[in-house]
């Protein structure tokens, strides 16, 4: 909603009742909130700072009247003009600096599994990126994928034994994890430890035939994360990982000790003092007893020539909340070392989902939910009643099927952990993706009936009904629920607004009639609905789901 501008027009507009300055007004307009059950105006007018006192019960009924009234006369207007940019024009955003930001989601650790953990870094990511591309900041999407370390060395040995390269080929995330499992069994032994070390330590020096073993590992895996992440409506900018900051880390590590701040361990290894009193009652780990490096020292490089390379105004990390202490730590020895930055690093944490199983049981893969959701949502359209002829089911579930996921794990706080529960998320009522996505194709095909003809000089004035006074007020209210979103970086505010116009537009729909009204109020309700569905389809992009136009 563009309140701020709302404001303006309404005070402008009651200048000439009152005979005062426009300026005059603009402070005594509020925005009242609306609910389901109660209409009200949904801007009101601190009538005792305008009229000085007087207590003119019939002058304040009036003035709301008439602030209520230009408010909603003029929300479908801006809506349908200012169309994807709708609400994030608003002057609530006026002063917010334009930034660049680099948004680190997803990351994968290749061989491992791709559960359910990277889903909900993915689309928390997709969605603080999306959110804040709408509101004109230039974005840089990194996937930073856990590709070196002691399991690599673990993992070729594993190869090596167990593997097979045909299934490298045909499936290597599956493959992958096999092998790993299979040589994780075998790990105890003190030869196969000794293997993994050497194999690691010849990866650390750059040597030909293991470089070349791993280089397969990660390009292979790559290739089927893209087509994963195609599924999820997901790209990066850039995928780089733990791999491109070995030899950064030494550096890191030297800078470490020539200030001073990198001490040795009775065993060897290299620490960082965290502690305020210098008694080390807080440390960081950054160096291995044989000087390689560990995951926070490649983070400190990662970090470094991110901010050489992009000039970032701010760097987001969305990983689950078992990492905070991690990036505290590394957010600390960035600022020990002299980076002032460092204050503009944010970790964006979240819960664990619990309960997520498949029909076949556990969940292992990422692509096993996505199929999963995508069956279930087939079987639910195909016993549908009111499922019309679609021209490709397959990608209509795909789409709805992703919404129910996404819209089941944003509705509360992201650091809560959730029940995950197949059933809520795919009810067709109720508070779901499913119910946006059916909302959304029942409005489209609405329009699609009434030959979707542009709408000219539509009487906005005829929609008196509440039904229709619920939708236009809820609709001003868009702006500042992405104002509140941008703050916090919590969906949970935008679903909810989208599920709340859902309900409302369902209503609408049930009671006022376009077919058999007469001309100018068919418009009218035509041009109401539009609005409704054009904002329901802004919001659902920005939380990462493609609006369905049939299902």
Known sequence: MAACSFRRTIASQLSKVLDLPPENLIKSISAVPVSKNRHVADFQLSIASVTEGSSSDCLAQDLNLQAQKLAERTVLQQVLKDGSEYGVKSELFSTVPRQKAVIEFSSPNIAKKFHIGHLRSTIVGNFIANLKVALGHEVIRINYLGDWGMQFGLLAVGFQRFGNKDKLKSSPLQHLFEVYVQINKAAEDENTKKLAKDFFRKLEEHDEQPLSLWKQFRDF????????????????????????????????????????????????????????????????????????????????????????????????????????????????????????????????????????????????????????????????????????????????????????????????????????????????????????????????????????????????????????????????????????????????????????????????????????STPELAQARLRLFQAARSVLANGMKLLGITPVTQM
């Open 221 to 516: 895996s790559i290739e089927e994360y893209i087509r994963i992440y195609k599924r999820l409506g997901v790209h990066f900018d850039e995928y780089s990982g733990e791999s491109f900051y070995q030899e950064k880390s030494q550096e890191v590590l030297k800078i470490l000790e020539d200030k001073g701040l990198l001490q040795k361990t009775e065993k060897g290894t290299g620490i960082v003092d965290l502690s305020e009193k210098k008694d080390l009652s807080s440390f960081s780990t950054v160096m291995r007893s044989d000087g390689t490096s560990l995951y926070i020292t490649r983070d400190l490089a990662a970090a470094i020539d991110r901010m050489n390379k992009h000039s970032w105004d701010t760097m987001i990390y969305v990983t689950d909340k078992s990492q905070s202490n991690h990036f505290q730590h590394l957010f600390q020895i960035l600022k020990l070392m002299g980076y002032d930055w460092a204050e503009r690093c944010q970790h964006v944490s979240f819960g664990l989902v619990q309960g997520m199983k498949t029909r076949r049981g556990e969940v292992i893969f990422l692509e096993d939910v996505l199929n999963e959701v995508r069956s279930r949502m087939l079987q639910n359209m195909a016993s549908a009643k009111t499922t019309k002829e679609i021209e490709d089911p397959m990608e209509t579930a795909e789409k709805v099927g992703l919404a129910a996921l996404i819209v089941q794990d944003f509705r509360g706080l992201l650091s809560s952990d959730y029940q995950f529960s197949w059933d809520r998320a795919l009810q067709s009522r109720g508070d779901t993706g499913v119910f946006l996505q059916y909302t959304h194709a029942r409005l489209h095909s609405l329009e699609q009936m009434h030959g979707n003809e542009q709408l000219t000089d539509v009487n906005v004035a005829c929609l008196q009904e509440p039904s229709a006074i619920s939708v236009l007020q809820h609709l001003l209210r868009y702006d500042e629920v992405l104002y509140r979103s941008s703050q916090d970086l919590q969906p949970k505010h935008i679903v909810s607004y989208l599920l709340t116009l859902s309900h409302l537009a369902a209503v609408a729909h049930k009671t006022l009639p376009v077919k058999g």
